[in-house]
């Protein structure tokens, strides 16, 4: 039982925390600011088609960290420090 608990948390943190996250990159209220490129920068270079790699990783690694958790206690600690 435990276990669904925390999958239907995990979901309601994706679904409503993330997706508020992403409205906000695309919805400013002011201008963005870009950092000055250094010398590290100029080593890796943009690759736009990685997008797909890094968003189909991202939502099942926070999903699997379920299973990582020893209880409740830890998932909740482990849950708000996403929210902060």
Do not use: H
């Not at 995990?10 to 490129?37: C, D, H, M, P, V």
């Not at 968003?55 to 099942?60: E, N, R, T």
């Not at 958790?69 to 482990?78: A, E, I, K, S």
Request: aromatic share 24%; net charge positive.
């Amino acid at each position: 039982m435990d276990y669904l608990v925390c999958f239907l948390i995990t979901i309601i943190l994706i679904i409503g925390i993330y997706q508020f996250y992403f409205w906000t990159q695309k919805n400013s209220f002011r201008e963005a600011r870009e950092f000055k490129a250094t010398r590290i920068d100029a080593f890796f270079k943009m690759r736009p088609g990685w997008v797909y790699v890094y968003s189909g990783l991202y939502y099942p690694v926070i999903v699997l960290l379920i299973y990582v958790v020893q209880d409740m206690r830890q998932f909740n600690y482990m849950a708000i420090s996403f929210l902060c």
